[in-house]
């Protein structure tokens, strides 16, 4: 795939000749030309557009299709010379903004305004971002379809059912149910999946996108079965994301990942056995230290997971699905984790720890009062000489805010570039202090000097 990407003549360049369609009035047409991918890096939109007064203004509204906060619509303004007819075009840098996820539905329109006051709308067209040079198949079943290029019709059907399967158990023990259709993309290898998506980390075998609906993966024929649990616990992922999307705080990492494992059925025997280890020798880790993340050290990272199934297990077993999805609403509606898990529970996550541990029949939490710091007694100053600084004030540097790039709430839009800062002013302020203290020196020093020689007459 990496190859592939630096000939784009052979596969990855691709123009979508789709019929032409045209917008008119007033003597005002906008005829479009479709789209040209070179995947994952960029798209470019073309419109042809003419009339019979000269055309002032072209502007390219887009988007992609997904759950987002609002109704947002980017708007691009491509260059061109003003004339009675226009060939337009701009081209989307994901290489600048970060991709969309392999199967993203983008849409578009032109709008075109000549100088007789004319303005024409183009009807929304979409097109599908996927990288053509896979001969992608699908199948599907239960909400769920599943595209695939690599192994034959038994390995997709495998994943299928294990995907189905891994979905009803998850609904049946904790009450989480997709709330949308949902797409899943299965490369040949992981390698090929990080190639088809852009700034996703090295070691990712699959990510999952909540906005999206759609989930990638990286599983050839000879690793089914990694790929049956990779497949259920990516798949959590993102309906987890679908039942808390909001534009809060996220969900905790040991909720989010707990839940995924649990879906997968369980631990392996090699985390089953280092995390008994871990509960033996009292070397678990706190609840509030892998709710923003994991750690980057293996044998940790492994705990994390472990110990996340664990909790899950826990809140499960012993409260059953209603409070959790209660906890989901919570996070959902806005309140942060030590809200949420209050309000669904009746307890904050210390309490959580505490009751969790117990139920492992582990060590108890040990708890760290907090450290006393030291306020020093304030210092009364009094300034030889108060002296107001002159000249205008200096107002603040206006900071350009470029509009923000693709992100899982946000359609993608242009960016603007940063103004430049301006240069710091003089401290007129501290060169006038030290002026008044100056003098106010010399002037003592003066009168310190009369009066001694007042005292020698």
């Not at 709308?121 to 379809?145: E, K, M, P």
């Not at 004030?393 to 470029?402: L, M, N, Y």
């Not at 790039?405 to 002013?425: G, H, I």
Request: aromatic share 10%; charged share 15%.
């Amino acid at each position: 795939m990496a190859y592939l990407r630096t000939i784009p003549m052979l596969a990855l360049l691709l123009l979508l000749l789709a019929p032409a369609r045209v917008a008119a009035q007033g003597g005002l047409t906008v005829t479009d030309r479709g789209v040209f991918v070179v995947f994952p890096d960029r798209i470019s939109f073309n419109a042809h557009i003419v009339s019979s007064s000269p055309i002032t203004q072209v502007v390219l509204e887009y988007g992609v299709d997904k759950r987002t906060c609002g109704d947002v619509t980017a708007r691009a303004f491509p260059d061109f010379t003003s004339g009675t007819t226009v060939e337009a075009s701009w081209t989307w840098e994901m290489l600048s903004t970060g991709s969309e996820p392999p199967g993203a539905t983008i849409w578009y329109r032109w709008r075109a305004t000549d100088s007789a006051g004319n303005t024409v709308v183009s009807d929304d067209q979409r097109v599908t971002w996927i990288d053509t040079s896979y001969d992608w198949h699908q199948i599907s079943g239960d909400g769920l379809t599943l595209h695939w290029y690599s192994g034959d019709s038994a390995f997709a059907e495998d994943l299928l059912a294990a995907a189905t399967d891994g979905i009803a158990r998850l609904a049946k023990l904790t009450g989480v149910r997709p709330q949308s259709p949902i797409d899943l993309y299965i490369y040949g290898t992981s390698q090929q999946m990080q190639d088809a998506i852009l700034y996703e980390p090295s070691w990712a075998g699959g990510v999952a996108y909540p906005a999206n609906n759609i989930t990638i993966i990286g599983i050839g024929p000879a690793y089914l079965d990694w790929g049956r649990r990779t497949v259920v616990h990516e798949l959590t992922h993102l309906i987890v994301g679908q039942i808390t999307f909001s534009c809060g705080e996220n969900v905790p990492t040991w909720l989010d990942e707990g839940i995924a494992v649990y879906a997968e059925g369980g631990l392996d025997p090699r985390s089953q056995f280092f995390f008994d280890d871990a509960v033996a020798t009292n070397s678990l880790l706190s609840v509030r230290s892998i709710s923003n993340g994991f750690s980057q050290h293996p044998d940790l990272a492994d705990l994390a997971y472990s110990q996340s199934y664990s909790m899950v297990s826990y809140l499960v077993q012993t409260y059953g699905p209603n409070k959790l999805l209660a906890l989901f609403g919570n996070l959902r509606d806005g309140m942060t984790v030590e809200e949420g898990v209050t309000a669904a529970y009746g307890f904050d996550l210390g309490g959580l720890e505490d009751r969790w541990r117990a139920w492992l029949k582990a060590a108890p939490r040990v708890k760290i009062a907090p450290t006393p710091t030291a306020v020093p007694s304030p210092i009364p100053t009094i300034p030889i000489m108060a002296v107001a600084p002159t000249g205008p004030a200096i107002p603040p540097t206006p900071t350009s805010v470029p509009t923000l790039a693709p992100t899982p709430t946000d359609a993608p839009v242009a960016q603007a570039e940063p103004a430049p800062a301006a240069a710091p002013a003089p401290r007129r302020d501290i060169t006038l202090q030290l002026a008044g203290a100056s003098l106010a020196f010399l002037v003592g020093l003066a009168l310190s000097g009369l009066a001694l020689v007042k005292l020698l007459r």
